[in-house]
């Protein structure tokens, strides 16, 4: 019996918040000092079916509703424990890490082990084996299967200033708040086993050994999966977006009834170009599906290097380029909306915004604007030094590219043409992010894709998510 431990923190005080459950039993341990955490003493408004008068006691209770919902679904006949706590954790103004879980150990050639020599996560080991592995309690609570630390200054002014932890039970956040109960039922899957083990920024195994997930992390340009690869061909899976795939039978065969038909795509045609680029559609104006657009690109040039950013009216040159077409404009300087409303003023037809920042694929375009009326989307900055380049230099006669923005609605979003979840595998690799979660296609959003999103489904399993599923394909 081999274990490695992965994660360890000392504490202060260690209290037990047993919990009910219909098929597993699930158990808090409370890591937090007096006073702070879990045992912060300020007085608290009743909210969203949560009644605990304190701070700390609302926590709590989000906790013990999370850890209740998944013992519903789990079947287990060794109890489940997670040291918890609420610290501060990696933030500033703008942004923040809103919470991190994972398994407190790993275990492999365990006593009913169905792989010999493979890594699973604790929780899972102690179920399949129909005993825990760490049997004595320790005084700092590292006897628990699953660790998980929760932003304790999330809010303040330093940190996501305007935000915090919404500690109702009803799922109805308001929009600067961020949901915890979600929030801790996807740090909660992580712990559970959907968590890759293997690194996906090099490609490397822990002692050289296997981990379980690596049998259904399936790359369809290798023809491979992860526990056939080398450490390199590993390493390069994880940098190439939309292509690794899930390929569990119980995820693959869930994935039509909780996934929504229609993608959004982006074709574009000219020199150097046929085929279908990654595209993040705007969160304003028409989509894709209700209005498509098709025809020439045409470049905003109002920068001295060439470059477009359409923060301002554009001259009579640009409107009378872009006017018909879809205008090709560059991020930075003023809002999405702007650069849209401008190009809509001067008579394009829609958008196309080529990010500042390398990294695929790109995400949505933020904003809100009611008098925006043509569709636009975000493409890479790859992609779009590459229009504009084809567009602004060469021989007259290849200066053409056109691009059709439409919906597809014969694929399944976020997922491959049979069926099969898309991983998150973004270019850089994102340590935290990265394989350990589905892809930001899925539509309607799933549990455990890298991002919170408001409006969230509590819910862990079909007919609302894939999470159960995919822990199913693992031994669950």
């Known amino acids: 019996m081999r274990s490695k431990r992965l994660l360890r923190s000392l504490l202060g005080a260690v209290l037990a918040a047993p919990l009910l459950a219909g098929a597993a039993t699930v158990s808090i341990i409370n890591g937090n000092a007096p006073g702070v955490g879990f045992n912060d003493p300020t007085p608290a408004a009743p909210v969203g079916g ?61 006593a009913n082990a169905p792989m010999a020599d493979t890594w699973y996560p604790s929780a899972l080991a102690n179920k399949l084996a129909r005993a825990d592995q760490l049997s004595e309690p320790q005084p700092d609570g590292s006897e628990a299967d699953i660790i998980a630390f929760f932003n304790a200054d999330l809010g303040q002014s330093d940190c996501l200033a305007g935000s915090g932890f919404y500690l109702g039970l009803d799922g109805n956040a308001p929009a600067e708040l961020i949901d915890l109960y979600t929030t801790v039922l996807h740090e909660f899957g992580h712990g559970l086993g959907f968590q890759a083990l293997t690194s996906g920024q090099t490609g490397q195994r822990i002692e050289r050994t296997r981990a379980i997930w690596e049998f259904h992390m399936y790359d369809p340009l290798q023809r491979k999966t992860w526990a056939a690869m ?35 795509e982006l074709f574009v045609t000219g020199a150097g170009f046929n085929g279908t680029l990654m595209v993040g559609p705007a969160q304003f104006g ?23 950013l359409a923060c301002a009216p554009l001259d009579a040159a640009n409107a009378a380029r872009v006017n018909g077409r879809i205008a090709l404009v560059d991020r930075g300087t003023c809002a999405f909306t702007v650069k849209v409303r401008n190009a809509q003023a001067a008579g394009a037809i829609a958008v196309l915004v080529a990010d500042n920042a390398d990294g695929t694929p790109p995400p949505e375009l933020g904003g809100a604007d009611p008098l925006v009326t043509i569709p636009s989307g975000r493409i890479t900055k790859a992609d779009g030094a590459a229009i504009r380049k084809t567009l602004t230099s060469g021989p007259a006669a290849t200066r053409s590219v056109s691009a059709s923005l439409y919906f597809n609605a014969q694929k399944l979003a976020g997922t491959d043409v049979n069926g099969r979840v898309f991983l998150f595998t973004p270019n850089p690799y994102q340590p935290g992010s990265s394989i350990s979660h589905w892809d930001t296609l899925a539509r309607p959003n799933l549990l455990m894709e890298p991002y919170a999103e408001a409006g969230q489904a509590i819910a862990v399993s079909s007919p609302k998510d894939l999470t159960l599923e995919l822990l199913e394909d693992i031994g669950w």
């Open 286 to 308: 028409p989509s894709f599906e209700a209005q498509p657009a098709a025809g020439p690109v045409a470049p905003v040039i109002d920068q001295k290097d060439g470059s477009g």
């Open 230 to 264: 080398s450490d390199n061909e590993r390493r390069q899976s994880a940098l190439v977006p939309r292509n690794l795939v899930w390929n569990g039978l119980t995820v693959t065969a869930k994935s039509s009834k909780v996934l929504s038909m229609g993608v959004p």
């Open 50 to 110: 949560n009644n605990a008068a304190t701070v700390g006691a609302q926590r709590l209770a989000v906790f013990t509703a999370a850890a209740e919902l998944w013992g519903s679904k789990l079947n287990s006949d060794v109890p489940i424990t997670i040291l918890a706590t609420f610290d501060p954790l990696s933030c500033d103004a703008t942004s923040a890490t809103l919470g991190a879980a994972g398994t407190m150990t790993i275990w492999k050639n365990f």
